[in-house]
Structure formats: C-alpha cells, structure tokens
C-alpha cells in the first residue's frame, strides 16, 4: 500500500479444499477471513487466468463486482491485481491494490508489484515447507500421545526406543522400566507369545493381529514396593517398520486395553451417542446426568418433504434401503460437529450441540451441521437423478436454549433424551419451513451466540402456537450456490428494505421492494409470498394494531 501509494491492499490466497480466495483481517481483538470463489470478481479472474489486470476506471468494467462496494460503503476506483505464482508456475493466490493516490496504476506500478510479489511468493513458499514439516512431526507425536492404545517401537535389533504415555499407562510401568531395555528381556514368562510375534512379523515382513489375548502387566512384589501385577485382555497389533527403500527398521507393536471397561464401553455405545457413553464411563455411575440436567443446547429438527409420496414409489424394503442411506450421510454431518444424536423420528432426526459435553461454539457446530447437511443432500440427489430416482428435500430448525436432558422413560424401557420450550421451538421452526418456502431457520436466540459469519436474512417475527412473545426468524443461505440463488446479496438487500416496510405497514413500499427482490432471484418463492399472501391481504384487511408480528395458527 505504501510502496504504491495506495488506499489498500490484499493478500488473497487459494484454498484448494474450498475453491476459495481467502485473505485474513484484523477484527478487533481476533483475526477473522475474507473468502470469495477464486472465479468471481477481478481477483477470479486474475487468479484463473494467471494474467495481470490493470483497471484505471473500475465502474466503467463488466469484470467489477459492484457489490462488494455497497455492502462496505467504499467506492473502488482503480485497481491493480497481480497473480502469486510459485516456483512450478502454479498461481496459488493474487495481490490486489486499490485506489492509487493521484490517478490510475502505471506501467511502472505494475512492474513493481509484480516484483514485490515474487519474493512474497518466496516467502510463502518457504513458510509452507516449514509448517509442513513442523506440522507432520507435530501431528505424529501429538497422534501418539493422545491415543488411548499402547504403541511401542523397536530398532531394528530389538531394543525398545519409544512407549507413549498410554503405554507407559497400560503396562504400569516408567520411561526408564522400559526404555532402551531389549523386548526379549522386557516380555518375559507369561508374556513371551509377543517376541514369538515379533519375530515371525519381522521374517515375514507382513502385519499380524491377535486378538482378545491374555497379557500381564505390572510387577511383582518386592521389599519396598507391593504387588501390581494385573492380568488385562489385550488386542494386539504388530507392524514391521521400513524405510523408503523397504530396509528393515525394526517393528511396532501397539496394545489395546479390551478389559471390562471397555467392553462396556463399547457396548453402551451401540446403543447410544458416544460422547454419553464416554461421560457416563467417566463417572461413578451417570446418576447425576441420568437423573436430568438442566442446560442450555442449541437443538436442530430436521424431516424429509413429501416423505409418503417417496415410500409410496419405493416400497417397504426400498423405503427402508433409502432412510438408511438417508440418515447415514446426515448422522455424519452432526456427529463430525461434535452433535449428539437424540432419536429418529419416523424420517425426522433430533439432535442437539452442547449435550452431554458442551463446548463454547455449540451454536456454530450446529449451524455448521445444517450447512453440511444440505449441501450432502444436495450431492446425494444427484446421485439419486442419474439412477432415475426422485430427489429428497427436507427442512431443517435450530433453536438454543434452556432444555432439561436425562433418561426419561420406565423402569423396563428408558430413553435418555431433552424435553422444553427451547426443544419445541426448534420443531416449530422445522415445520415452519414449509410455509417459508426454507430449508434452514434458526432463531433469534441461536444467531445472537453465533461466532462466525453466516449469509442470512432476517424473514419474521412470529409467535409460535401455543406462545404470545414473538421470537425473531432468520433464513440461512450459505449452502446457495450463485446457480441456486443468484445474486444473493442484492435479493437480501431488497427483502430486507421490504421487511422494514411491512414492519411499518407501509404495503405499498414493501410490495415494491420485493418485487425488486423477486427481479434479483425470480425463484424466490418467500418474496412471493410476502407479495401475495402477507401485504395484498393485509392491505385488504388494514389492521387498526398492526405491530408486525405474525401469528401462527398451527403447528
């Protein structure tokens, strides 16, 4: 910026999992991102086509995004963008400089920043190789410390080099017991069937695994220690470790603890969440949780549209094949958000983000489930279309709020689950999807907590049935692509004048606006809505104590 003498500048990079261009700004005490698709605007351009864009006069080209101007308020009028290419001649990122002091960028200016961005290039590329390599040896040590199963090396002539602390755990024993001490005189009497293993995986140079084996751990009693010998039932894994050039380097051998714990353990978890399962272990019993919990979750609904019509082309064992499919591709999506999975019901799934273990962004995870959840269905409907099956819609509600979360149910049959209001306004929202023409909604008090940036709109006020304070209703748009929703901001920019309107009673006004709305995305079935069914009725009915507040009638 200073170098060119300009208002700005952006470092935008290319995010290859994304097909993104992301660049990284300062928010306050935190650091938060700018992305946009690297296709879009002067910087996709630029970033497709490797080539230099010099625009003295940026309204005056098709390429500019105006958008952007009118969603920060800064007027853009001249730009230079120069692609970051890398020693393989790949383009992994562009510079954009904005506003020249004084005029249009010259040829000279050009010149200059290409330079600059070379050695940018440089330092990018030097900076990656450095994290690569930290990154790799951060992960494997990090791997093994944190697995719960004993990994124990050898070299290549049998002695012990490394134990992590799981294994230092399992076989109850110090770094010094172990380390750097022959395997042979380490497993010893009733444990020498490992060396028998380790021996044949180190002639045959093939993998082996035994299973549900008897291995004892711990020692012997001595003057001054007693004794802690313990028999466990152990799986066990032996690996033979080569180099690139296959040369022998030695063998792994990593232990997994299958005692009554963990039996139960793992048990318990085929029939509920994991993380419940896991906090029930942790304790003396589960009682407290068991017993109820009195928290504040952000819970997500979701159901499948026009459910009978699918089961009625599809038959009971089709019907069954299809919700299997179904539910485990969006079971994914929550359970990789750290989502615990409450029941299915019917074709609906309930869920909830901060049971039985919360976290500080319980609210994001949830959001990022639905997001996930529609672009996956997205995904699977095209794979149902080419086999020539009907596509699957359905609806999604979140709500946060205060639930009560234990094990609910009789004596013979127990469930553990969540019951209260904020459970009923998350359903409530589902079904309201429907009339919404939506696929996401989430509440007022779900948006409030949110961490991140989201694309959404703000489309009501409502009171629920069965309520009398309205609650705010946001849409949820990022899942959009600009083939689904074209121009998105500029739609979102119309309804949202055209809500101010209707809020005020001002129909007129508010007609107007979403019309504009409709012209930015004809297929925008909720301005319709807005247009025929909310103003045009109610500039018919012209109510006296219009507070712009919409009443539910059902469920």
């Known amino acids: 910026t200073k170098m060119l003498q300009a208002d700005r500048s952006t470092l935008f990079l290319n995010d290859e999992k994304t097909n993104e261009l992301f660049s990284r700004v300062a928010m306050g005490d935190s650091i938060g991102e700018i992305r946009l698709p690297n296709h879009l605007g002067i910087a996709g351009a630029v970033f497709t086509s490797g080539e230099t864009i010099n625009i003295p006069y940026a309204y005056a080209d098709l390429r500019f995004n105006p958008a952007f101007d009118k969603q920060t308020g800064y007027f853009t009028r001249s730009i230079l963008c120069v692609p970051i290419i890398n020693k393989d001649g790949k383009t992994i990122g562009v510079t954009q400089t904005l506003n020249r002091r004084g005029g249009p960028f010259t040829e000279e200016d050009e010149q200059r920043l290409k330079a600059f961005t070379a050695q940018v290039s440089i330092g990018l590329e030097n900076a990656k190789l450095f994290d690569d390599v930290q990154n790799m040896k951060n992960y494997n040590e990090s791997m093994l410390e944190s697995m719960t199963n004993a990994v124990i090396t050898t070299d290549d002539v049998g002695k012990i080099v490394t134990c992590n602390a799981a294994g230092l755990k399992i076989l109850k024993v110090q770094g010094e017991d172990i380390l750097e001490i022959m395997a042979e005189d380490f497993f010893t009497g009733p444990n020498t069937w490992i060396i028998d293993k380790m021996k044949q995986v180190d002639e045959s140079q093939e993998s082996d695994l035994f299973m549900d084996a008897s291995m004892e751990v711990g020692s012997e009693e001595t003057e001054d220690e007693e004794d802690t010998r313990e028999t466990l039932s152990v799986n066990v894994t032996f690996l033979p470790l080569v180099d690139a050039e296959q040369k022998k380097l030695g063998s792994l051998v990593m232990i997994e603890d299958i005692s009554t714990e963990k039996r139960m353990k793992s048990t318990m978890s085929r029939y509920m969440d994991p993380a419940l399962a896991d906090q029930m272990m942790a304790g003396d019993d589960g009682s407290d949780m068991m017993g109820g919990l009195d928290t504040v979750a952000t819970v997500l609904f979701s159901d499948i549209r026009s459910f009978t019509t699918i089961t009625e082309t599809l038959g009971a ?6 919700l299997n499919e179904y539910f485990e591709i969006m079971v994914d999506c929550i359970t990789s958000e750290g989502g615990m999975l409450d029941k299915f019901i019917g074709d609906a799934i309930m869920a909830a983000f901060g049971i039985p273990v919360g976290h500080e962004d319980d609210e994001d995870r949830g959001l990022r489930a639905a997001i996930s959840m529609m672009t996956r269905l997205n995904d699977y409907n095209q794979t ?5 099956l009907l596509a699957v819609d359905h609806g999604m509600g979140l709500n946060t709020g205060k639930i009560v979360a234990g094990n609910i149910g009789s004596k013979k049959r127990m469930d553990y689950t969540m019951i209260g209001d904020g459970v009923n306004l998350a359903a409530r929202l589902e079904s309201a999807c429907k009339q919404y023409s939506a696929h996401i909604l989430i509440s ?43 121009n998105l901001m500029d739609n979102v920019n119309y309804f949202n004048e055209g809500r101010k309107h209707y809020r005020d009673g001002n129909w007129d006004k508010a007609i107007k606006s979403f019309q504009e709305a409709l012209k930015a995305n004809p297929n925008d079935k909720l301005a319709n809505t807005y247009i025929e069914d909310r103003c045009k009725f109610l500039k018919k009915k012209n109510p006296k104590d219009w507070d712009g507040v919409w009443v539910m009638t059902s469920k």
């Open 317 to 322: 064992q089709g019907t069954v094949e299809f």
């Open 384 to 388: 149902r279309l080419d086999k020539g």
């Open 444 to 486: 007022e008090y779900t948006i409030a907590k949110l961490k991140g940036t989201y694309r959404t709109r703000y489309i009501d006020d409502v009171v629920v049935k069965g309520k009398t304070k309205p609650v705010g209703v946001y849409e949820v748009l990022d899942y959009h692509t600009d083939e689904t929703f074209p």
